[in-house]
C-alpha cells in the first residue's frame, strides 16, 4: 500500500491532475509567481486556498480519466498478419462427409478469445462509490452517480471502436439471459436487446430510481470514447446489500472478470460484509501470469479505500490500510490459502497488503498509486501476459493442427491403398457393435453408481463437517483461539466459521470430483471399437472421445463435477486440434480455464457455497447486530447465538441442497455428454464406411491433396516467436 506522506505536496497535486502553474493561476485568480511562492512555502499557505487548490486538481484531473495509448497494438498486429494469411486457406473440392481437424476460421477464433482484451470487474457494496470511481478512470460523467444505490444493471463498458457496425446508439439496454460474452453476437444481443439510445438511457432505464425501472433491464452494453477502455473492458456492477436481485446480477458476473476492483469507504473500511463478498471473489479471479508464465497470484487484485478525503490526515489512511490489511489477510485465510493453492504459489501479508489503495474523485494525490497501478497492470502487464499466452497458444495451435491432418493423411492415404483391408476392418468394427454397446453400458452403470454414492458421501461429509465445526463448544473454542477483542469476534467470528465450514465441505468434494474425472478417462480410453485398436489401420480409424466429450459439453449450462475433468483434459492438452478451436476456447474461458496455463485448475466447487455462504452471512450480519457481548462470558455467549443462527438459517440444508444440485447437474452433463459422443461416434464410422465402400479412388485423391495442403497450411501460419 502506498500513501503520500503530506496534505502540502502542492505542486506534486499540480502535476498528478496535468495542470500548469499559469492554468492553476487562472483557476484561483492569483499570478504565475504566487502559484510559485505557495509551491515554495506551503506552510505558510492560507487554507482556504489550500481546499481551492485540492479541489481544483481533483476537479480536472477527474474530467480527463486514465491517460494511456493503445497498448494493444502489437497483439492486434500479430492478429491480423494470421487473418490475412487465412485468407488463402485451401478449397476443399471433395464431397466426402469427414468432418475437418480444424479450419481456418475456428483456428481465428481460438486466437482472438485467447488475445481477448482483460476484464476489469467493479465490485463492493451499494454505497462504495464504485461508479464514481469508473467515472474518474474513464473520464468525464459517463454513468450514473450518487452516494445513494444508482446502478441496477450490469453495465459492460467498452471502447467506441470496439462497438458493432451494425449498433447504432452508445448504449443497449438487455434483458436477462444475456451474456456479456456475446456483446458482438449480433442475434444474441437483439434477441435480449429491450432499449437503445444515449448515456440517459442508463439513468432512466438503469438505477434504482429511473423512470424505467419497471421494465426490469438486466444488463446494458456502453460504448465510451475513454482511453482506459483501448486497454481493457470494465465491468460496474450492481452493489452488494441493495436488493437480492442486485446481488443475482453480481454473481453472475464474478467469474467474468480478469481483475478485481473492490471498493469500500475508507469510514469502515472491509467491514464483515465487504470481507464475506470478497473472499467469494478471491477464490473466482484468475491467476495472473507475467510474460514468462511466472504466476503474481495477486497482481491482478486492487483493494480500495474509496471517499478517502474525508479523512482528515494521510497518516490515518496509513493505519486504516495497515490494520485493514492485516484484519482482512487473518479473516480471509481460507480464501487465501486456496488461491495461493491454486498458483503454486505462497501469498505473505506483504504480498496481500500491497493490493491496498486508496481513491478520492476530489484529490488526484489520494488515488495517484492506485491509478498508476492500475495503468501499468493495462499497459504493460497484461498485454505482456496476453501475448505470452498468444504465443503458446499459437505455437501449439500449428502443432496439433498439422499433426491432427497428418493423421487425417494416413488414414486417406491406406483409404487408397489398402482398400480391401480397410473394407474387412470397417466391417469388423461393425460387426463388433454390440460388445462395445454391451462393454460400454456396464461402465455407464459403473459411473451413475459413482455420483450416487459421491452425492451420498458428500452429504455425510456436511453432516460430519458441522457435528465438528458448529457446536457450541467448538464453536466457543474457535472465538477464544482467534478473536481477543469482543468487537472483531461479534463482526467477524460467524462469517470466518461459515467459511471455514465450506471450505471443508468443498474440498472434500473436490477429491471426489477428481476421482470421477478419473474414471470418465478411463471410459474414454475404453470408447471406440472393442477389436485390437492397434491393428486397425487401413480404415483411418483415428476416433478421439475426449475430444466429443469436451465439445458436447460446450454446449451444456451447468456441468459440476465435470468441469474438474475439463480442467485437467485442458492443461494436459491432450485433446489435439480440437481444443484450439472457438467455441471449445471460448467456453473453456467462460467457466475460468486457460489451455496451458499454470493456474487451469480452478476451485470450481467454490460455485457450491458462493452464493449460499453470502445469504447465510448476510443474516447473521442482521442477527449479531442487537446481540450485547458484555459480561463474563462473552465468548459462551456468542457462540451460543453463532450455533443457533446456523440452525434458524438451516445452514447444514442449504449446503446439502446445494451439493446435491452439483451432483445432480454432474450426472445430467454427464449423460448428454456421452449421448452425443456416441452420436459423434456412430457419425465416424459412418464416414469410415462410406470412405471404404462408396467412395471413388479419384475423390479420396482429390481429399488427400487437399489435407496435405491444408496441413502446409497450417504450418506456414506466420508467427515471429518472441524472445525469452
Same mark, same amino acid.
Not at 82 to 99: C, F, N, Q, T
Given at each position: ?38 509551491e ?29 495509448s ?10 491480423k ?16 462427409e469427414?468432418k475437418?481437424?480444424?479450419? !481456418?476460421a475456428?483456428?481465428?477464433?481460438g ?8 476484464r ?9 462509490? $464504485?461508479s ?7 473520464g ?11 446502478t441496477? &444493471? ?8 470496439d462497438?458493432p457496425?451494425?449498433?447504432a ?7 436477462k ?29 438503469g ?11 438486466f444488463?446494458?452494453?456502453?460504448y ?16 452488494y446489500g441493495h436488493?437480492?436481485?442486485d446481488?443475482d446480477r !453480481? ?5 467474468m %472478470? ?21 473472499g ?7 491467476v ?6 511466472n ?11 474509496t471517499?478517502?478525503?474525508?479523512i ?13 490489511g ?31 489503495f ?13 491509478e ?7 499497459? !504493460? ?5 496476453t ?6 497458444h %499459437? ?21 487408397l ?8 476392418e ?40 458441522? !457435528? ?5 463448544l ?12 469482543k ?5 467477524l467470528?460467524?462469517t ?25 478417462? &478411463?471410459?474414454?480410453d475404453?470408447?471406440?471399437?472393442a ?15 475426449? %475430444?466429443?466429450f ?8 451447468t ?11 485442458a ?13 471449445? %476456447? ?8 486457460s489451455?496451458?496455463?499454470?493456474g487451469? &485448475? ?18 447473521f ?19 451460543? $447465538? ?14 446439502c ?28 464410422l ?17 481429399e488427400?491433396?487437399f489435407?496435405k495442403e ?10 515471429? &516467436?518472441?524472445?525469452?
Amino acid at each position: 500500500m502506498q500513501i503520500l506522506d503530506t496534505d502540502f505536496q502542492l505542486e506534486k497535486k499540480r502535476n498528478d491532475a496535468k495542470i500548469t502553474q499559469a492554468d492553476m493561476a487562472t483557476f484561483l485568480g492569483v499570478s504565475q509567481s504566487q502559484v510559485s511562492r505557495y509551491e515554495q512555502d506551503p506552510d505558510n499557505v492560507p487554507a482556504g486556498m489550500l481546499r481551492k487548490w485540492n479541489q481544483i486538481c481533483g476537479a480536472v484531473s477527474s474530467g480527463k480519466g486514465l491517460e494511456m495509448s493503445d497498448p494493444r497494438v502489437e497483439l492486434q498486429g500479430r492478429i491480423k498478419l494470421m487473418a490475412d494469411y487465412a485468407a488463402v486457406e485451401p478449397h476443399r473440392g471433395s464431397i466426402l462427409e469427414e468432418k475437418l481437424p480444424v479450419t !481456418a476460421a475456428e483456428f481465428l477464433e481460438g486466437v482472438q478469445i485467447t488475445a481477448k482484451k482483460p476484464r476489469v470487474g467493479v465490485f463492493g457494496q451499494f454505497d462504495a462509490g $464504485k461508479s464514481r470511481l469508473i467515472n474518474v478512470l474513464l473520464g468525464g460523467n459517463r454513468l450514473p452517480t450518487g452516494y445513494q444505490p444508482a446502478t441496477s &444493471v450490469v453495465c459492460l463498458l467498452r471502447h467506441m471502436s470496439d462497438k458493432p457496425v451494425w449498433q447504432a446508439e452508445d448504449v443497449w439496454l438487455m434483458s436477462k439471459g444475456f451474456n456479456l460474452d456475446m456483446a458482438g453476437d449480433k442475434a444474441h444481443c437483439l434477441e435480449h436487446k429491450m432499449f437503445a439510445g444515449g448515456y440517459e438511457s442508463l439513468s432512466q432505464y438503469g438505477t434504482h430510481t429511473g423512470t424505467g425501472r419497471e421494465q426490469k433491464a438486466f444488463a446494458a452494453t456502453v460504448y465510451i470514447d475513454s482511453p482506459l477502455l483501448l486497454g481493457a473492458d470494465l465491468v460496474d456492477l450492481p452493489g452488494y446489500g441493495h436488493s437480492d436481485d442486485d446481488k443475482d446480477r !453480481a454473481e453472475m458476473a464474478q467469474k467474468m %472478470v480478469d481483475v478485481l476492483i473492490y471498493a469500500s469507504p475508507a469510514t469502515g473500511f472491509l467491514n464483515q460484509n465487504d470481507l464475506t463478498y470478497l473472499g467469494v471473489l478471491i477464490r473466482n479471479l484468475p491467476v495472473f501470469e507475467d510474460s514468462n508464465g511466472n504466476v503474481a497470484p495477486m497482481r491482478n487484485m486492487l483493494i480500495v479505500a474509496t471517499h478517502a478525503h474525508h479523512i482528515s490526515q494521510q497518516g490515518e489512511l496509513k493505519t486504516i490500510l495497515d490494520s485493514a490489511g492485516a484484519r482482512s489477510y487473518k479473516h480471509l485465510d481460507n480464501a487465501v490459502a486456496d488461491r495461493a493453492l491454486q498458483a503454486n504459489s505462497p501469498i505473505s501479508l506483504n504480498d496481500f497488503q500491497s493490493r491496498f489503495f486508496t481513491f478520492s474523485a476530489d484529490d488526484a494525490s489520494i488515488r495517484h498509486a492506485f491509478e498508476q497501478d492500475l495503468k501499468d497492470l493495462l499497459t !504493460a502487464a497484461m498485454p505482456a501476459s496476453t501475448l505470452y499466452k498468444l504465443q503458446k497458444h %499459437v505455437l501449439l495451435a500449428k502443432s496439433e493442427a498439422t499433426s491432427s491432418y497428418g493423421q487425417w493423411i494416413v488414414g486417406l492415404e491406406k483409404a487408397l491403398d489398402e482398400r480391401e483391408r480397410a473394407q474387412a476392418e470397417i466391417t469388423a468394427i461393425k460387426q463388433d457393435e454390440p460388445n462395445r454397446l454391451r462393454k460400454k453400458q456396464i461402465h455407464l452403470q459403473k459411473i451413475d453408481g459413482l455420483i450416487t454414492n459421491f452425492a451420498n458421501e458428500s452429504n455425510t461429509l456436511i453432516s460430519k463437517t458441522f !457435528a465438528e465445526r458448529a457446536n457450541v463448544l467448538a464453536i466457543e473454542g474457535m472465538i477464544k483461539n482467534r478473536y481477543d477483542n469482543k468487537k472483531e469476534a461479534h463482526q467477524l467470528a460467524a462469517t470466518y466459521l461459515i467459511d471455514t465450514i465450506q471450505k471443508s465441505i468443498n474440498d472434500g468434494v473436490r477429491v471426489k470430483s477428481n476421482e470421477l474425472g478419473e474414471e470418465i478417462d &478411463v471410459f474414454l480410453d475404453g470408447y471406440g471399437p472393442a477389436l485390437d485398436k492397434d491393428s486397425l489401420q487401413a480404415g483411418g480409424w483415428d476416433f478421439n472421445a475426449r %475430444v466429443a466429450f469436451m465439445s458436447a459439453m460446450s454446449g451444456i449450462g451447468t456441468i459440476g463435477a465435470l468441469a474438474a475433468w475439463a480442467s485437467i483434459a485442458a492443461a494436459g492438452s491432450n485433446l489435439g486440434a480440437y481444443i484450439l478451436i472457438g467455441q471449445v %476456447v471460448g467456453w473453456l474461458s467462460s467457466i475460468g480455464i486457460s489451455v496451458g496455463s499454470a493456474g487451469t &485448475v480452478m476451485a470450481f466447487v467454490s460455485s457450491i457455497g458462493g452464493p449460499i455462504t453470502l445469504g447465510i452471512a448476510a443474516a447473521f450480519a442482521v442477527a449479531l447486530a442487537v446481540f450485547s457481548l458484555f459480561g463474563d462470558s462473552w465468548q459462551t455467549k456468542l457462540a451460543k $447465538k453463532i450455533h443457533d443462527g446456523l440452525s434458524k438459517q438451516r445452514a447444514e440444508k442449504q449446503m446439502c441442497d446445494g451439493v446435491a444440485k452439483y451432483w445432480a447437474d454432474t450426472k445430467n452433463a454427464f449423460e448428454i455428454a456421452v449421448t452425443k459422443t456416441e452420436e459423434a461416434y456412430q457419425n465416424k464410422l459412418k464416414s469410415l464406411y462410406i470412405l471404404a465402400f462408396t467412395t471413388e479412388r479419384k475423390e479420396i485423391e482429390i481429399e488427400l491433396k487437399f489435407a496435405k495442403e491444408t496441413r502446409d497450411f497450417f504450418a506456414g501460419m506466420p508467427w515471429r &516467436v518472441m524472445p525469452n
